[in-house]
């Protein structure tokens, strides 16, 4: 390198640094004075920060020794920069300062590590609010899922009380039926109120129940053909009276484009056409209500209607609407305190026609009244496919019952009831019992109740199938979804929903006595001609017991005897005994049995006919025997 | 009697330490964040009942560990503020390591830990907040309110001399 330019390079550090030499107590004994001015007469420790901050570690400096510092922003005695120091000790008492100043360089790279400060602070709060809304999320996702459970919980908690209700609520209901036919004038009205304060606790269990269904998806359609008109009326009919003490006019508008017969579940159409009109009805005092039915689309076989149900009622405003929406809400407290209800009429609507793939609105004023409108499309059938209900017969095959049930007031009902049907209950308490008696004895059909004490239903049937025994079951259950049944019994074991309903229990039985095979004997001809006096049919069913199996003996003797007019004496002799206790089949027998007398030489047959007359007439006998035990035990 | 004592002012970049220097030295605050190159050093004197303490501040630039910071800064350092912000965990995450190791590297060095930003927070965001910090500061402040400022260098330089 060459002179100049050495000249150059010295100049250019020369002008951004000084050099200073100082003393212990920061007195300068040397100093260039190129980038600011120190006078020898201040300590250097009293007038730079910088120095004054460091003073006890560059006092303590062993000589030789150095430390830099890079980048500090400080005021050298009125110049304020970017620096880099260097100090050094040389001797005892001589230190050595070097002062270079970069306040150019370090301005310049201040922008850029600005930048990069803020990004990384960007990416910070970034990643914050990330976290913050992964945990908002979150905190949504538990708090709805902490509302479903609540709102599960809580109709788990109605199911299972209604389920505890039904028990007892049957109880009223079989005993009000009960009382009703032997109730004196004067009693009649208190009992018509009974049963319908019952009626009316049973269809809040039962909107509690469905509703709980609903929720849960277990809401079965069953649909069927069935008539619109005649369920439309049924409904109206059931309103009109309540509508005239009210003097609310009801009224019913159905298209004549409504074809007669459809295809749908003809009972969950009749429930939200129970609860909408239920509702019009209770919340309208004066003016009108009304239920039209129109055609508003055929598309091939399905047709689509507008079911419209209008009232002149108490009306609602938007915001009462908004929360009629939810289970369990009314419109406002007044409306509970009022009238009453669980809150759920709507809701089970709404629940319901979504799930008959339908749509409903409703429009409502304050004190103008309510319009609901629901359409749902269902395929059009004929008319012929409608079953019509059977009016239940008398019972034929079943003539033994055996009850097992716990409750007492459940025991009562259903003995009332089997013994009104001329059928011989016979009541135990437990499973055990149950089986016990299944054992000792021959019964058409067993009523079960599938939660009892010491062997419960559930047992009970498990047992009768391991046993073979082919007695059909019908099982009483508050909670008829839980009964579980064996599977290869199914057809011959039915399952019933408490409360029971005569005419629910009497259509199941009516269903499982085509199962029973013929017995050999119908006692209906002789409850009749003794007017089911337990004394005359035990006199005649004795007389049975001793002259039958003479008769037999007769017909035998004279057939033995090869006397033709001695056996059709005999015959014609028999043939009333086995009349009277309605052994038909017997009779049959007789029938051919005479008709052999007509013919010679039917030697075999002849044997072949009378020895199965003996084993009817035998199986006969033993019937009557148990029939006569019973009488006598009542 | 007169003292003279180097602090230094540790902590992540933005948690504030430069504006708690600028408020402390010269009563002034700007919610313009400008980041700090080096250390920039200022001086402040607090008089106390027997001593004027002088106080150097070396404001130094942040850092997410002491480590990071060249020696030299903190050779002869009589106090340390420990800056972290209230608002940033990653300030705080790793708070009591931190202070362990700076114990260990200058020992009977008196350290302050102070939560800044404390006039973003309502009083009971403060109280919950302080229950997810791994050590509990010594004070919580705002540079841009002056809250706990002067307090918490003072307390400082009553535990420096």
Redesign the interface.
Known sequence: MNNKLEQEKLAYFHRRSQYVVFDNDGYVQDSCQTLFTISSSVSLFDAIPFLEAMRDVFVQLEVGTDVSFLCIKTDLLGREGYFNFFVKRHEENKLTWFVYDLTEFYAYLQPWQQERNDQAIASEYLRLQQRANALEKELLQYRNDELQRIEQMKTVFFSQVSHEMRTPLNSIMGLAHLIEEQASPSLKASVEALKTTAQHLSSIVNDVLDWGKLENNTVEVDNKPFLIRPLVQNIIQSFQSGCQEKGVMLEVDMDEAVPDCLEGDATRISQILYNVLGNAVKFTHEGEVSLSVETIGVHKKNARFRFTIADTGIGMSEEEKKRIANPYAQANDQIHQRYGGTGLGLSIVQKLVERLNGTWTIESQPQQGTTVMIQLSFPVVEASKVETAPKPPAFQRIRKVLVAEDDLINQKVLRQLLVRWNIQPTLVENGKEALACLRQSRYDLLILDYQMPQMDGKAVLQALQQEKRAVPVIVLSGNADQVILPQREKETTLVLSKPILPTVLQEKMILLEKLIPASPIDLQYLHQITDSQPDLMIELMDTFVQQAPLAIQHIRSAWQQQDAKLLHQAVHKARPGFQYIGATTIEQQLDRLEACTQQPKQNEQFEEIIQALEKMTQGAINQIEEEREYLLRL | MKI???VILLGH??VGKSSLTRRFVHRKFSEQ???????????KVVQLEEHQV?M?V?DI??ESSHTKV?Q??K??AHGIVYVIDLT???TYQRLDKEIADLQNYLPNVPILVVGNKKDLFTEKELCDLLHQLPLSPYALSSAKTGDNVDAMFTELARRMV
């Open positions: 003279s004592k180097k970049y933005g964040y400008s980041t700090t190159i080096g250390v920039t050093i200022e001086k002088s150097i070396w630039a942040g060249p030299s800064y050779l002869g940033r965990p990653e």
